[in-house]
Structure formats: C-alpha cells, structure tokens
C-alpha cells in the first residue's frame, strides 16, 4: 500500500503544534509529535521538522508540572495545572495561548503564542462560580436581577423571565431568571440546593453571609453545590461534567496554605466567626441536625449519590470540603482567585500579577451576561510574552501596592517595583513578614 499522507503546510503546521503545545505544556517533543501524527493522520511530518517549527515557536522547553511541599512550600499558593485545559477554546479567531508552569514561587501564567495589538479582545469567559458584588447581590434576593448570571432585569415586568418554580405562598423564593436557560443552568450548578423554599438552612447561611459581606464565602457555596450537583457517573449522551471534572477545575485554582495547622491550631478558638461560618455551610449543605432537614437534603442531592462509588464519593467530599481545615483552606482559595467583581473565572485566574499590566478584564455585557468578562490587550503584546493583570490598584504607591499583594502571599519584584523601591529609599527591603497574624488570616479568608 502507498503512502497516501502528505506534508502540510509551515501555517497549518505551526498553528497546529502552537496548539498542541498550548493543551500539553509537559510533554517533551517525541511524544508532541506522536500526538500531532496522531490528531493529523493525514500528515507526513519527521520529528526533525516537528523540533524545528518548536524551535522557532520558543516552545521546545517543556514545563515541569508541580512539585510536591518542599521546605519552602508553604510559603507560596500552590496551583496545579489542569489537564485537558484548552486555552484556545477561549480566545478570538487567529490569537493563541498557551499556559505554562514557571516554578514553585510563581506558579503558572499565560503567554501568548501570537502577536496582539492594542485593544484587542484577547478571550471571553463565564464564571466557574459567581458571588456578584452586594449591589447586584441584593438586586437578586430583590427578584429584580437574574440569580443565575446577576444580570439586572432591565424589564422585570417582561414575560421572558423565569420564576423559580418552587416558590409558593408557604414557602417563599425570591429567585428569578432572564429566562428559562438561566433558569436550567441555575438550577443545575446551584439553586436546587440553595434555593429557600427547598432548602430552609440555605437561607440561614445566606442571611449570615450578607451580614458579614463575606465574598469569598458566598463564591466557595457556589462551588460547593456545583461540586455536589455534578454527575458521579458522567451519562455518555449528556455532556454535563462530572464530579472529577468538576473536581478538577476547582482544584486548579491556587490556594494558599493556610490549612497550616501549626499556626492556625492556636488560633481556631479565636475566630467565632469562622466557626459559625462553618456550622452554617455544613448545616446548609452537608449535615443539618434535624432527620426532616436531612432527609430533604439527600434527596435535593441526589445525584451524588446515587451510584456504587457512595461511600468513596462522601467520604472525599466530607473530608475535602466539609472537614474545618478543608473550609479553610477552600475559603483562601476563593479570595486567592475572585475577579473583582465576585466571579471565580478559570482562565482569568491563571493570570499573574505586575504593577503595569498588559492586559486589562473589562465587564462589556452590562445588558445580557453581566458576569461575562472580556480580556483585552492594553497595550501591543509581542509572541512570546506572558500576560499580566494587575491584583491591586496601579495607581498606589510601591508601599501600598506590596502591602496589598500579601493578601496574595506575594511580594512584587516587577521591574516598576524595583525602580520605585529604589527611589524611595529601597523601601521594599522594608517589607517585612506579617506579624499579626490573625489580620493575615482573615485577608486570606476573604473576610475583611
Ligand atoms: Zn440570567
Ligand atoms: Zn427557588
Ligand atoms: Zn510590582
């Protein structure tokens, strides 16, 4: 039999290894190739010509993934990377990115593959988990704004908007929804369990965290009941993620170590707050101490647990997200990787920080998806580069941008921090490690 394969072209060549390269930033270059002859059976390529179009790309060094705790481990968040992440599902026709792992200390970032000029929109992207600001917050418990992507209702009167169906004259539910997909999706990720008429300990929790404006809080429920609403057995003929997927997307977001039980152990019987944060999500959605409550919880979650793998599957669950230190480390996380607004956004988060950022994260769709976020270009961005928003507000001094960056357990040494340190004195030497460490704590839980 002849070989009916046929060289490709340099273009389709080296936008498709980009590609590859962008989805595996571990492999090394003999199994990139295999995987590209693989994609592209149609395609006569050698290694050698495969090596080369890398080469020329930068894209030879494959990333080392993480490693596990070394000594220094716990001084800095740790983040995993997460497989099957296709960045180029996000972005804009003819623009490429890729992730990479740089090392323990700054975890991983993007770079992009292709030229960016100004203003362009780099990528678009939903939230994993949304905890809309106070403002909108209230707009939903209002029933004038959606309570599955918070988009205010600029016509709450209009016949498109979807009510939750559970709402009765004995058992009040105040959600609303732009229409019947918000209301599909909003019940699938999370208003089953958290909708007040099914679930009366859910309105307990979300009375205390209005009262103590606990963001982070709010954003790990939203985790929480997508976790717990997920398939345990995928259903080939659905394409709803599974628990593992789901599991994974949540774990990929960095998070600082302050499960660190030496220095929390001291400190537990201090922080009231926490604890009671604690009874009320466990209650809410895990264990509530009534039979009755337990009994309609179970049910409303059903999913996870109906299959074989029941005991394996609560028994991570109960130690992974509803054990003390599991909360709080989960909560860290959340305040780790919130967008500004309250949204928890899977590619946005691997963005790391610098005091002149390249890109800015914009809210453009104010009118049908509020919690859309646009990342665009602010300047020219050269292949090669890596991508950069800014945690803090730019316009702060070199003091105040370092003494906001350890919430993030993060100490600034862009070349802008360098040279304002220098003028002032070097007052980054100055920056010294957190004392009090309760006030760190409560940064870090997103409790201010
Ligand atoms: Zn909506
Ligand atoms: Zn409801
Ligand atoms: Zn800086």
Redesign the pocket.
Known sequence: MSDTRTPPSDSDLTSALAALRGENPTLGIPKLHALLLSKNPGWLVSERRTRKVLQSLGLTNTVKGPTSASAEGLKYPSSKLLDGLDPLKYTQKGLALRVEYFDQKKGKGLVVITDVSEGTIIWREDPFALAPEWEIFDLTTNSVA?T????PFSDPSSPLIAKCPHNSYSAYCPAR???RL?LTR?TKISHTLLCPARNPKAKELFQFIRVNHWMALHALVQCTTRLLLSAVVPNPRQPDPSLDEEWAVFNSFASLNLEDRESLGSHQHMHPTWKEAFRLYRQALWDPPADADKKRLAKLSKRTFQSAETEVVRKKLNEELFSYDAFLRNLGRMSLNLEGHGGLYVLHSHLNHSCTPNVSVRHLHQST?LPRISLIAKRDIAAGEELFISYVDPVLPVSARQQKLREWSFRCECERCKAEGLAVGDELGEVRPPTDLEKELKAGLGLF
């Open positions: 959606c599955f992507c918070s988009t929804f732009c229409n918000c909003g998806n």
